[in-house]
């Protein structure tokens, strides 16, 4: 049983940046692909980005590729989303999520919500313009 906890919502101005937390319990958390996607109201979840077990691959949409980075610190347990440059449309729920890297055949397969473990309860952004 893995539990993930987000933080670091908030509210920013256009063009401001904002930085992610998500810590997870356990002493499995290496073996895990970690993602993150967001949710806005009416709106399907949708996939922002993923990262490798070790940290040394990373996948992300390409509506923030350029714009916000994953990273993660396997001894803090802790997986982080660098948000910069923020738009009003990036105003969303941000949920991360733990996938047993061996269900993936590639770190492209953690764009599909249906391969995750775990899931965060989620943390709000709102973006003012």
């Known amino acids: 049983q893995v539990q993930l906890v987000e933080s670091g919502g908030g509210l920013v101005q256009a063009g401001g940046s904002l930085r992610l937390s998500c810590a997870a319990s356990?002493?499995?958390?290496?073996?895990?692909?970690m993602g993150w996607f967001r949710q806005a109201p009416g709106k399907e979840r949708e996939f922002v980005g993923a990262?490798?077990?070790?940290?040394?691959?990373?996948y992300y949409a390409d509506s923030v590729k350029g714009r916000f980075t994953i990273s993660r610190d396997n001894a803090k347990n802790t997986v982080y989303l660098q948000m910069n440059s923020l738009k009003p449309e990036d105003t969303a729920v941000y949920y991360c999520?733990?996938?047993?890297?061996?269900?993936?055949?590639?770190?492209?397969?953690?764009?599909?919500?249906?391969?995750?473990?775990?899931w965060g309860q989620g943390t709000q952004v709102t973006v003012s313009s």
């Open positions: 356990g002493r499995t958390f290496s073996t895990y692909v």
């Open positions: 990262i490798s077990r070790s940290g040394g691959n990373t």
């Open positions: 999520g733990a996938v047993s890297a061996a269900r993936l055949n590639g770190l492209t397969m953690a764009a599909g919500q249906s391969m995750y473990n775990y």
